[in-house]
């Protein structure tokens, strides 16, 4: 299942996204009211509907208990709901991949993590709806009353289709649903931007391939599916164990890799460079005058100007560079493949766009806005390890600090002159003289 934003209400979100989460609320009883009409109840139906929801809460119940051992919002943010909910959409009539959603997400909110009730509702709508076109376009391949058999799940090239669609479709609508109401709120956000956590998509793909099991084993017999729990179990402690590796290595508040992980990737590719003669460069970045938001406008304002400026650290740059938080208002980016040209360039790029950033003040009325300093160093020109590019890229950034802030720096040799790029013609700058201290 597609998370949601943690923290939203009805009141406070933008009119657009209201609209959309009561739309969805309403397309969601359309699609119960239309199943209902047209679904003939039969006991095996609802037998089967009744384990897979059955084994749902057991499961999660179980997890809590041998996988996550912390109860309300403790555990892993992936429930592999999709492991029972995806197999009603392929045996059952859409009805019941609409109503099973209910009483699971339900559990949920009581055993494992406390929702606004908006987004519970929401989530309740946003997966039942999925689950009901997923299971129209199966029902669509073969009709309504057909007897789900392995054979008619996967036994041909049109019972592959027909289930590898299901899948995908419930995938998608579940993805446009939630990435909508994301875009809404957020309005620099792409519907799209969960499709870019490549990690989440490669545990959905496996999530979707338990399901597709579990139906399958809910076709032979439907008394042996229990058995499904503890490779479930297992497939999520791996989960909670990655979570907690991801969470060591990110900072909380920005969502970067933290400092010591940062300099563990910096080590590695430093180390790739030097045996294999690649180029690696170092932007350390510094938000200008920070002190002065916190004091003005209060750390939470300051908190976000944080996040804005780290989701900004990216803009124009590659896949492969590596931004992380150094501590502070610092900021670093490791630039992989780039010699001391590029790296100013990209450095330049990214100070510009900064400058560009408004950060909404609700309290205050106006938006905030912020400029950062950057010092610049390169591998071989500036050093040799991560340290010496780390003390040249500070004192490169201490020089644009000096200079008046908002501006670029590119250390020269190791850490006794810098380059000054903002003057019509470029000088260098003589660092050996003794620092005078900078004022925030």
């Not at 996988?67 to 943010?77: A, I």
């Not at 019972?159 to 990435?179: E, I, K, P």
């Not at 989701?311 to 938080?325: A, E, I, K, N, Q």
Request: hydrophobic residues 50%; glycine residues 8%; positive net charge.
């Amino acid at each position: 299942m597609t998370v949601l934003p943690r923290a939203w209400a009805l009141a406070t979100m933008p009119r657009p996204a209201r609209h959309f989460v009561l739309a969805v609320d309403a397309l969601y009883l359309m699609a119960l009211i239309a199943g209902g009409m047209r679904t003939s109840f039969r006991t095996t139906d609802l037998v089967t509907a009744g384990v897979l929801t059955g084994l749902a809460i057991v499961s999660i119940e179980t997890s809590l208990r041998f996988v996550w051992h912390r109860p309300h919002g403790g555990g892993s943010t992936n429930d592999l709901l999709a492991v029972w909910t995806l197999p009603v959409a392929l045996l059952l009539p859409p009805l019941y991949s609409a109503l099973v959603v209910v009483p699971v997400l339900l559990f949920t909110q009581v055993r494992v993590v406390r929702r606004a009730p908006v987004k519970l509702i929401f989530s309740i709508a946003s997966t039942g709806i999925a689950g009901f076109v997923a299971a129209s376009v199966h029902e669509a391949y073969f009709g309504s009353g057909t007897v789900w058999t392995p054979e008619t799940l996967v036994g041909s090239p049109r019972a592959l289709a027909a289930t590898a669609s299901c899948v995908l479709v419930r995938y998608v609508v579940n993805l446009l649903l939630v990435g909508q109401v994301v875009a809404l709120t957020k309005p620099k956000t792409s519907p799209f931007a969960l499709l870019k956590n490549r990690e989440n998509l490669g545990i959905s793909a496996a999530e979707a391939c338990t399901g597709v099991l579990v139906a399958l084993a809910c076709a032979t017999a439907l008394y042996a599916v229990p058995l499904a729990i503890p490779p479930v179990l297992v497939f999520q402690r791996t989960l909670l164990i990655a979570e907690l590796r991801h969470a060591a290595r990110t900072d909380p508040k920005t969502g970067l890799a933290n400092a010591a992980y940062w300099r563990e990737v910096a080590e590695r590719e430093i180390a790739r460079a030097r045996s294999g003669g690649e180029s690696v460069a170092i932007l350390l970045v510094d938000v200008d005058h920070f002190k002065a938001v916190n004091d003005r406008f209060g750390h939470l304002i300051g908190d976000d100007v944080l996040r804005a400026v780290a989701g900004g650290l990216t803009h124009g740059l590659r896949p492969r560079d590596f931004v992380g938080r150094f501590g502070g208002e610092e900021f670093v980016i490791l630039l992989a493949g780039s010699d001391l040209e590029q790296a100013a360039v990209a450095a330049e790029r990214v100070r510009q766009h900064i400058a560009h950033l408004t950060v909404d003040t609700p309290l205050h009325g106006d938006p905030v806005s912020v400029t950062v300093s950057v010092g610049v160093a390169a591998f071989r020109e500036n050093g040799h390890s991560v340290l010496e590019l780390l003390d040249a890229a500070d004192a490169a950034l201490y020089e644009a600090k000096r200079a008046g802030r908002n501006c670029v720096r590119v250390a020269t040799g190791v850490r006794q002159q810098v380059l000054d790029l903002t003057g019509d013609t470029p000088r260098l700058i003589d660092l050996r003289t003794e620092r005078q201290p900078i004022v925030d």
